[in-house]
């Protein structure tokens, strides 16, 4: 779709004196301070992040309350089991917390729901079997903060239930041992966006220093935290929270952790997804993150936490070659529920005329219905409710939304059509019957046209900074490397050339564009991936980011292009 081009606007001040006590060029002193970095102190944090700048985790609501009755499991010997979500940010936390957990003494065990059979989140059932094995301490991770009726259930059997979360509260707070969310009321831990594995090792933190004033340390064996940091980059980078402030701190250690970690399950995944060498968010996010998603979609995610927590080599190639074969069914799968959901809009002509989409099928695999509803977004640019039924008319929804549109919002608009639906402002999840469809599409399409102007429905492409072309060189690309890493919350730069002239041009690959552009007296060698149906002639702005290109031990700067536009528009 064609997009908005809008540049940020930065103070011109506060570029120049974070240019000088920083010692970087204006325009990454520009970028930075457009992502909120105004003073030297989080500039030089956000450069060269550093542990020490942790937060201390009894600043968690709730953190002194877990911490203790951990201890009294460990002095008592009881039995701890892990509850976690079937998702790579639950997976990871549980494999989190089992390790350490039995690496200084407890004994702990786990349960992660079936997706299909148990749904999201603590379930009844689920307790009882945990329960009846044999635990008398169960603790969520990345689930559990609604889970007001399941903790009254723990109360009244005489388990004890530890609540480690980071999703939106509802009106009540589950009535638990102690519940651990730095988004509950009351809570004074300053930085709100972790991740449920970020909680985890937060707990792990206040946990070890509290073991250690105990003295368990005092011959020796203190654990070293650093080698769990490559689960907490895992969880975190999959579960798209904001790679800033903790998160980029985990992030950028934990990439550093995943590049040479000693645990074998790691290794093995590494391989199947053909990683070597340095380990980036992006590989994280569309290699590693989906072999481990992908078991939980089709099946159950229990092969996840199995490859995470398994010591032996052979055993664990062996999973990750499953995990892999189970994510290549997930995209054949993925591929058909696209293209059905695509020749529904493009035949029911939704496009551009609605400005919701809600579809369904009883041909979908509800495990996957949340990704396609991605890709439909990225597409169409319109919030999207993909629905897949039963065999029985039960119908489960996943649902993705754009800028402007708070999806659960609007679904609170339209609920007398839902049994139950939850969420949050990009996405949310729905449950109803196959005859409620048609009711449901329609209010949620009201609501869409209440919400939603023409302006929301148009995409924007953030510039971070327009510059001249005399600023465009290898030591700038170089210096934005320091920025990484890249994602949700701090993605890669996208930096502005005006008046660029294409003077070489030529396909390459499936259909990318290598070209040679011209731009103020000075030549650039640039690619741009899939996008070899782009005009180039005339005057051109181009959006890219400056890399460096190694060949034959010499690099040379490249501009990778994200959007090429007609010269002389005005960007907003």
């Given amino acids: 779709m064609e997009k908005q081009w809008v540049v940020k606007t930065v103070d011109d001040a506060v570029v120049q004196e974070l240019s000088r006590t920083l010692g970087v060029c204006p325009v990454t002193a520009g970028i930075i301070a457009g992502r909120g970095v105004v003073t030297t102190a989080a500039g030089a944090q956000f450069l060269a992040p550093t542990l020490s700048a942790m937060i201390d985790p009894f600043l968690l609501k709730g953190m002194h309350e877990a911490v203790e009755r951990l201890l009294r499991a460990l002095k008592a010997g009881e039995t701890v089991c892990i509850y976690g979500d079937y998702d790579v940010d639950g997976i990871s936390g549980t494999a989190l917390l089992v390790s350490f957990l039995r690496h200084v003494g407890f004994t702990c065990t786990y349960f992660i729901p079936n997706r ?30 609604t889970a007001v009726r399941e903790a009254d259930f723990c109360r009244q059997v005489g388990a004890d239930l530890i ?33 449920g594995v970020g909680v985890a090792y937060n707990l792990l933190v206040a946990l070890r220093s509290t073991l250690r004033r105990d003295g368990l340390f005092a011959a020796g064996g203190e654990p070293d935290l650093r080698d769990w940091l490559d689960l907490v980059a895992l969880g975190t980078i999959a579960d798209v929270v904001p ?58 995610a229990v092969p996840g ?41 493009e035949g029911g002509g939704y496009y551009p005329a609605c400005r919701s989409i809600v579809l369904a099928s009883r041909d979908w695999h509800q495990g996957v219905i949340g990704i396609v509803a991605s890709r439909m977004v990225e597409r169409y640019h319109r919030p999207t409710i993909l629905v897949a039924i039963d065999e029985a008319g039960i119908a489960k929804g996943s649902g993705r939304s754009i800028p402007g549109f ?167």
């Fill in 116 to 145: 299909f059979d148990d749904g999201y989140g603590l379930n009844e059932g689920a307790l009882r079997q945990i329960i009846a094995s044999g635990a008398t301490l169960i603790m969520s991770v990345d689930c559990g903060i």
């Fill in 163 to 195: 609540i480690l979360d980071h999703h939106t509260p509802g009106a009540s707070i589950p009535d638990a041992a102690a519940v651990v969310n730095p988004l509950q009321p009351g809570c004074s831990y300053p930085f709100k966006m972790l991740a």
């Fill in 243 to 300: 790679l800033i402030g903790q998160n980029r701190m985990y992030a950028y250690f934990g990439l550093q952790k995943l590049e040479c970690s000693g645990r074998a399950g790691i290794t093995a995944l590494k391989k199947s997804a053909g990683i070597t060498g340095p380990v980036s968010c992006g590989q994280v996010g569309f290699r590693l993150a989906p072999r481990l998603n992908a078991a939980g979609r089709m099946e159950s």
């Fill in 305 to 345: 936490v199995e490859l995470l927590l398994e010591p032996g080599v052979d055993l664990c190639t062996q999973i990750a070659e499953e995990l892999h074969t189970a994510n290549a069914e997930r995209q054949t799968v993925e591929r058909s529920i696209l293209d059905s959901a695509v020749a529904m809009v």
């Fill in 406 to 572: 708070h999806l659960l919002d609007a679904l609170n608009l339209c609920s007398d059509h839902l049994d139950r639906f939850g969420g949050h402002r990009y996405a949310a999840g729905v449950g109803l019957l196959e005859e409620s469809i048609a009711g449901f599409a329609a209010g949620f399409e009201a609501a869409a046209v209440q919400i939603l102007g023409d302006a929301e429905l148009v995409p924007l492409l953030d510039i971070d900074a327009e510059v001249r072309p005399d600023q465009v060189n290898l030591p700038l690309a170089c210096e934005l490397q320091r920025m990484e890493p890249f994602g949700a919350g701090n993605p890669e730069p996208v930096l502005m050339l005006r008046g660029v002239t294409v003077v070489e041009r030529r396909t390459v690959g499936d259909g990318h564009l290598k070209l040679r552009v011209s731009a103020g007296g000075r030549n650039f060698s640039a690619i741009a991936f899939r996008q070899a149906e782009c005009a180039t002639d005339g005057v051109l702005d181009i959006a890219f980011f400056p890399e460096g290109n190694s060949w034959n031990n010499t690099t040379t700067l490249q501009l990778r292009i994200k959007a090429i536009r007609k010269g002389g528009d005005n960007a907003a």
